[in-house]
């Protein structure tokens, strides 16, 4: 498990430590720039890139899976969003950060990290329930409800309403992405465009830690950090044992499935947060710091889930 751990992180620390290092270097106005491009071409190239492979699309070997993942996916959003409102209510100084907040506790994208450890951890007829968990996370979590919170907060009151949320959820380029990816999966496109958007993957992943380097860089100190570990530990720690604990108690699950919910729910924040940060000018320290922090709980935290939930 070490040895997946590195090369699962050795993107994420090669290409923040060099953001972190070329930040004093960079014009004021780059991190915004890198950030809107990820939202409107980087993101959504790599989901239609990923929504074109063709294990997406062979769910159905498995009855009721199609149905049941997304069932607990969406029940983790509601479940997390439930226990994030009951903390900004209690917790007064995260007021003026709600958006970012939430995105960082509840919304962030599950990552590349719970991918990539998956097929060591738990096994190969339980990965088809980690990738479709990932799936619907990251469609209805950051691109959908995550949009709406993140336009929401960013708007004055005067000018909110309904229909502004529908049309910012409406015109998300990583939706519409990869809903054409599922459409054209069966579409064969010349080869070097095919291995083009492989390739264009593992770009985007890096731009995105390259901009979380940069955001760290311009923290403000220990109190960045300090009002980090709230989300971080939500995200990473309470959402994936309350999901263990309602999937054995009303869904019977046990074993590697169980196990499977548990880890993709609790990976750490990823940099969709602070890709929707950078859009629509939320709280980015607060994001920034919250990634840092769930990916250090994380190596805490996984010996424990696969005791306790395997």
């Known amino acids: 498990m070490t040895e997946t751990l590195f090369h699962a992180y050795t993107p994420l620390i090669l290409w923040t430590s060099l953001g972190l290092f070329i930040c004093r270097f960079l014009p004021q106005w780059l991190p915004r720039f890198l950030g809107r491009g990820l939202y409107w071409i980087g993101v959504p190239l790599e989901l239609f890139a990923l929504a074109r492979q063709s294990q997406l699309g062979n769910f159905n070997n ?145 731009c995105a830690f390259l901009l979380t380097g940069i955001r760290l860089a311009q923290l403000h100190g220990w109190k960045s950090l300090k009002l980090a570990f709230l989300p971080a530990a939500i995200k990473v720690c309470v959402i994936p044992l309350l999901v263990g604990i309602v999937t054995t108690c009303l869904l019977g699950l046990s074993g590697d499935r169980r196990l499977a919910m548990v880890l993709m729910s609790g990976m750490p924040s990823a940099f969709a947060g602070l890709i929707l940060a950078e859009e629509y000018n939320l709280d980015r320290d607060l994001i920034a710091s919250s990634i840092i922090i769930s990916t250090l709980l994380l190596l805490i935290m996984l010996p424990l889930w696969m005791l306790v939930f395997r």
Not at 125 to 138: C, E, K, P, Q, R
């Open 62 to 206: 498995e009855i009721g899976l199609p149905l049941i993942v997304p069932i607990i996916t969406v029940g983790t959003l509601l479940l997390g969003l439930m226990v994030v409102f009951l903390i900004l209510w209690k917790f007064k100084e995260y007021y003026h950060a709600c958006a970012s907040f939430i995105l960082a506790s509840v919304l962030g994208n599950t990552g590349f990290v719970g991918l990539a450890i998956a097929p060591f951890l738990i096994n190969s007829d339980a990965l088809g329930w980690a990738v479709l968990y990932s799936i619907t996370h990251n469609v209805i979590g950051p691109y959908g409800l995550g949009v709406v919170v993140a336009s929401y907060f960013s708007q004055s009151k005067a000018t909110n309403s309904w229909w502004m949320q529908l049309r910012e959820v409406l015109t998300v380029p990583c939706l519409w992405a990869f809903l054409v990816g599922i459409l054209t999966q069966k579409v064969q496109f010349p080869q070097i465009i095919e291995s083009g958007l492989q390739e264009s993957i593992s770009i985007v992943i890096a």
